[in-house]
């Protein structure tokens, strides 16, 4: 099992930035990836930003150049920087962790971008 809680969730005007962070734990040395995935209102969920174990990056293009996924394994935490933030980019954004074979899902935190 893999527990996983979200924070950074926020009302930001557009081309604002905000950080949102995913706590995890549990067990967490089985890892293969974790990273982020959005759903916005009538619309399927959709990959963010995952970062493998071996450090790779793996961006949906809507975001790419403006949002960032990070790691610190010291913390347990994953992190993602989102920049020049667009009204589209609004949605519930849920942290992932796959961990064999089986996906962990956090309760998601809310980013609204509107002016």
Request: charge should be positive; include cysteine.
């Given at each position: 099992q893999?527990?996983?809680?979200?924070?950074?969730g926020?009302?930001?005007?557009?081309?604002?930035?905000?950080?949102?962070?995913c706590?995890?734990?549990?067990?967490?040395?089985?890892?293969?990836?974790?990273?982020?995935?959005?759903q916005?209102?009538?619309?399927?969920?959709?990959?963010?930003?995952?970062r493998?174990?071996?450090?790779r990056?793996?961006?949906?293009?809507?975001?790419?150049?403006?949002?960032?996924?990070?790691?610190?394994?010291?913390?347990?935490?994953?992190?993602?920087?989102?920049?020049?933030?667009?009204?589209e980019?609004?949605?519930?954004?849920f942290c992932?962790?796959?961990?064999?074979?089986?996906?962990?899902?956090?309760?998601?935190?809310?980013?609204?971008?509107?002016?």
């Amino acid at each position: 099992q893999v527990q996983l809680v979200e924070s950074g969730g926020d009302l930001v005007q557009p081309g604002g930035s905000l950080r949102l962070s995913c706590a995890y734990s549990g067990s967490i040395f089985s890892l293969s990836r974790v990273g982020w995935y959005r759903q916005a209102p009538g619309k399927q969920r959709e990959l963010v930003a995952v970062r493998s174990s071996d450090g790779r990056g793996i961006y949906a293009d809507s975001v790419k150049g403006r949002f960032t996924i990070s790691r610190d394994s010291a913390k347990n935490t994953v992190f993602l920087q989102m920049n020049s933030l667009r009204p589209e980019d609004t949605a519930v954004y849920f942290c992932n962790a796959r961990s064999q074979g089986i996906d962990y899902w956090g309760q998601g935190t809310q980013v609204t971008v509107s002016s």
